[in-house]
Each structure stands twice: as structure tokens, then as C-alpha cells.
């Protein structure tokens, strides 16, 4: 599959699964071990748990198995790592206190970032 299609079949279950502020980070010139992080807020720790199963279950509908998946309920981030794509899910808070954008912004890196709905 594609990295291409691969990111888009994220993002959209991302959006239909009512995920928060999801924002794609374009790193391909950062760093060697993924292309894209997908970066997600959930409502809640079992919301978090829901989006990343559903993203890992539509992949594999299509070929593509998932190479792990982080945090379980009661985590306030789950990571699922596809490979060519990691999708961080997270509370608003984790998200707040970690903030993941601004990290992967180094060096103009936020030239990069795209946010979708």
C-alpha cells in the first residue's frame, strides 16, 4: 500500500470515528523511522482505545498489518504505529502538556504540518 493511501484511510476513520483536531506531521526530512504522524484528540481514555482499533482494524482490511499499538483504557495516550504512519491519540490534556506539534516544529518543520478537520 501506498504511504499515501495509507494516510488518507487514517485520517478519514480518524474524522468519521468524531476524532478532535487532527493534524498530519509531514516528517519525512526529520527523521528515518516514519513518514507521517497523525496526531488525534479523544474525548476520552475509551475513545482513545476506539479510534486507534478502528484505524489498525481498517488497515488490515486493506493488506496492511499494524506493528504495534501503545496504551490501553485508562491511558491518556495511545500510539499506533503503522509503519510508514503513527497515529497519536490523546487526550486534550496529554496533548496540551506534551504538544507534539511544537516538538516536531524544530528547525521549520511547522512549515509542514496540516491540519484537517
Not at 495509507?6 to 526530512?29: C, S, Y
Not at 499506533?80 to 528547525?107: C, N, P
Request: glycine letters at 8%; proline letters at 1%.
Amino acid at each position: 500500500m501506498q504511504v499515501e493511501d495509507l494516510l488518507k484511510i487514517v485520517q478519514d476513520v480518524l474524522d468519521e470515528r468524531k476524532g478532535h483536531n487532527i493534524t498530519t506531521l509531514d516528517v519525512r526530512d526529520k527523521t528515518s523511522f516514519t513518514d507521517y504522524m497523525v496526531v488525534v484528540t479523544g474525548t476520552s481514555d475509551r475513545h482513545l482505545k476506539s479510534l486507534c482499533d478502528y484505524v489498525a482494524e481498517k488497515v488490515k482490511e486493506q493488506g496492511q498489518k499494524p506493528l504495534g499499538i501503545e496504551g490501553d483504557l485508562g491511558s491518556d495516550w495511545v500510539l499506533l504505529d503503522l509503519g510508514d504512519v503513527i497515529v497519536h491519540a490523546m487526550t486534550a490534556q496529554a496533548r496540551g502538556f506534551y504538544q507534539l506539534e511544537k516538538l516536531w516544529s524544530v528547525d521549520g518543520i511547522s512549515d509542514d504540518v496540516e491540519e484537517t478537520v
